[in-house]
């Protein structure tokens, strides 16, 4: 799927990512922090709670599917889990840790990985086959995704809130 000048640049966005939510983070005043867009979305506050929590699952994804013979990669309710896990109860701060600490860990490895390592299969519970190949798309993508999720939750509350 990727080439190798691709698969690195798609490393580099991953590596970038913890830093772009951390950015987003600090954009947001602490009392539009917990503030919700809409009923059944999630504040700037949970965001962030996700992210730590499908970061440390995504980088067991990828060590399971490069160490193991056809693993299988389990998916979860990440509504669910924001609700049962009350995210607005958790720190955000260390969730940040979380995630930053995650993807220096994993990008490090991701940059040592051989070539063939990236057609490594497995299957995942929700979508069927699942690559390491796929895994990389998925999360080179997803902070930037969040990031900019934030950054529209702050213009809406915003815009909700008028002079702030």
């Known amino acids: 799927m990727y080439d190798a000048a691709e698969r690195a640049a798609r490393i580099e966005r991953y590596a970038r990512g913890a ?6 983070w600090r954009q947001v005043p602490e009392e539009a922090r917990r503030w919700r867009p809409a009923p059944g979305r999630w504040s ?5 709670c996700h992210c730590a929590d499908s970061e440390t699952s995504g980088a ?5 599917l490069v160490a193991e013979r056809e693993p299988t990669i389990v998916g979860y309710d990440q509504e669910e889990w924001a609700r049962r896990f009350d995210y607005h109860e958790l720190p955000a701060e260390s969730a940040l840790a ?21 057609n490594r299969t497995g299957r995942h519970t929700e979508s069927g086959r699942y690559t390491a190949e796929d895994w990389l798309t ?15 939750n702050l213009e809406a509350w915003r815009a909700a809130s008028p002079g702030r």
């Not at 700037?44 to 962030?48: D, K, L, P, R, S």
């Not at 067991?60 to 399971?64: A, G, P, Q, V």
């Open 19 to 24: 830093a772009l939510l951390r950015d987003a």
């Open 138 to 152: 998925v999360y080179s993508e997803h902070l930037e995704k969040h990031s900019g999720q934030i950054a529209r």
């Open 60 to 64: 067991m994804r990828i060590r399971y």
């Open 44 to 48: 700037a506050h949970e965001v962030v």
């Open 98 to 118: 979380m995630v930053e600490g995650v993807r220096a860990h994993t990008a490090a490895l991701l940059r040592r990985l051989p070539a063939e390592a990236w």
